[in-house]
């Protein structure tokens, strides 16, 4: 039986860290209004304590109208030794005035102590106490544990510790982040069990691509129960990029029986992913499963004989229901059949 999957946009953010990707603060509010216009509940607008452009564009959203959507500013947790409400960021976080935050926090032992020069007791402080802190000031709180799945790995006791210090200060959502893109389907429904049977606030899935898993993760993730998946529209994001969000509505609504947006906006799938695209300045790919133009182009001549006589020998759905259409092959001079 379907249920509701809550999408969790980061183009604007995560998705701007992939090469050749540069939105300025205009872009970004035309690519807002678009998403809120498909009704995608959360869209992280960027990381304000990090650069002026996304403290601009947070200040220019705040004469936005959002019907749908939920901005959402990104930030980290606490640095060691510091108070919450001294902690820079987490005073930016605040200024933008939005009503959801979502921070980061290490669930990597290794992360803990090398990268941040935290010990590992401090660095569970560092997670509830900024979590704490920002639900007293009334945010609702989205927690990404980052490198959740190599912390796992590594140290399982550990990272779940890290989880229940996230909860107890208060997380409205905790989100289980593959942050180096290298964990495998079976390993990620393990441990998203085992987190889900000692915590009950919703849980969520952060994948990245470099092992060309990213979808399949988030798949395997809302089998296993997460009910939030974080990505990306076009799957931009660093590296080898996040969760194509174009695909998992696809995948999640028309093969799973999951909602992810209403029904009647699902035809216009494609003209999302091109949109984006266009105010990207990134070439539409056009072996984009579902919303591309080969994804239902048809050369070989037996290929094109059984079309003719029914789609749905070589066509897994019916091009108009993600807004697309049948195409002979011919891309470059714009065919259909």
């Given amino acids: 039986m379907g249920r509701q999957i809550t999408l969790y946009d980061t183009t604007l953010r995560d998705g701007t860290q992939g090469e050749k ?19 995608i509940p959360y869209v992280e607008g960027g990381w304000p304590g990090s650069n002026p452009k996304d403290v601009r564009f947070f200040k220019m959203a705040r004469k936005v109208p959002l019907k749908a959507t939920r901005l959402t ?44 020069g935290a010990s590992l007791e401090e660095n569970l402080d560092m997670i509830e106490d900024t979590i704490s802190y920002l639900k007293k000031q009334g945010r609702l709180v989205v927690y990404d544990a980052e490198h959740f799945f190599d912390g796992y790995k590594h140290n399982p006791t550990y990272a779940l510790r890290t989880i229940e210090a996230a909860v107890k200060g208060g997380a409205d959502t905790v989100v289980l982040c593959d942050t180096n893109g290298g964990t495998l389907p079976h390993d990620i429904y393990a441990a998203m069990k085992k987190v889900m049977a000692q915590i009950t606030v919703p849980v969520g899935i952060h994948a990245h691509d470099d092992c060309g898993l990213a979808l399949a993760n988030a798949i395997t993730a809302v089998r296993a129960g997460a009910t939030m998946v974080q990505g990306t529209i076009n799957g931009y994001g660093e590296r080898c990029g996040n969760t194509d969000l174009v695909s998992a509505i696809g995948n999640l609504q028309l093969k799973m029986g999951h909602e992810c947006i209403p029904p009647d906006k699902l035809r216009r799938l494609t003209e999302l992913s091109r949109y984006v695209s266009e105010v990207a300045n990134v070439p539409p790919l056009n072996q984009r499963p579902f919303v591309g133009k080969s994804a239902f182009a048809h050369k070989g001549g037996v290929h094109v004989s059984a079309i003719l ?29």
């Avoid at 990707?21 to 009704?39: M, N, P, V, Y």
């Avoid at 749905?312 to 065919?335: F, L």
């Fill in 21 to 39: 990707i540069a939105l300025s603060a205009e872009d970004k509010l035309r690519i807002l209004g678009k998403l809120d216009e498909f009704e």
């Fill in 309 to 337: 006589k029914d789609p749905a020998a070589y066509e897994h759905i019916e091009p108009e229901e993600v807004g697309n259409r049948r195409g002979n092959g011919d891309q470059g001079g714009g065919k259909w059949i």
């Fill in 73 to 116: 500013a990104f930030g980290s947790t606490r640095r060691a030794q510091t108070k919450a409400e001294d902690d820079r960021h987490i005073k930016a976080l605040l200024k933008t005035e939005v009503e959801t935050v979502a921070v980061f926090g290490k669930s990597w032992d290794l992360h803990a102590s090398k990268i941040l």
